[in-house]
């Protein structure tokens, strides 16, 4: 209807490290609305099972000074609890999230996956899928704990996510719109802030 104004929602961004995630929401306007670092699993469990522990399994860094033994079978069985324990932290701080922000949140902006071998076990054994494997569970897990939200997902290239921003933003320079959002919560503002806010920015329903 001519004169009716559109609803104002909101979207995440993500930028992961570890088991550790920075999640920054923002409006349809652009409009930073909040702010926040959360874990999706607590301290009693590992947070790297592929690269860690799954690498010791298989006879990498075995020189290290805090390997430890544990069979291929192991590795596997503490990987699946990590993960489990993912999808349950990823669920309640969606909710925590959902719970504070009083704009309906649609969309989530995540960091795209590489393709790794279909298989935990696979995933250890193969060298170069298991420096990958911990931040793409811990990635997967946000992305299934939104889809069952009703969120959709947008996966977003780290290298030209800043871009894809800026072009949204049209006339607005993307510096000056972070550093407003800077103003509005002050520090910490980092780079991982920055990027998960262009992340949410790129995700926004146009």
Known sequence: MAGEQTQRIATVGVTEHGNSAVLVTV????????????????KALPTHPYHHEGSWAVGRYRDSPWAREITLAEAVELVEKV????AV?????????????????????????PELPPTIEEC???NRAQTMADTVMYRRALATAAQ?????VHWYDRDHVFDEAARLLGSVDINDQLAAMRKTVGPPWQAKHKLAAAAAMTATPQ
């Open 89 to 113: 932290g990823a669920r309640a701080s969606l909710e925590a999230l959902t719970a504070d922000v009083t704009l309906p949140i649609t969309s989530i902006s995540i960091r795209e996956c």
């Open 27 to 42: 409006a349809s306007d652009f409009e930073l609305i909040d702010r926040r670092t959360i874990d999706l699993t607590d």
């Open 83 to 86: 993960q489990a324990a993912a």
């Open 148 to 152: 069952a939200r009703g969120w959709s």
């Open 124 to 126: 250890i054994i193969d």
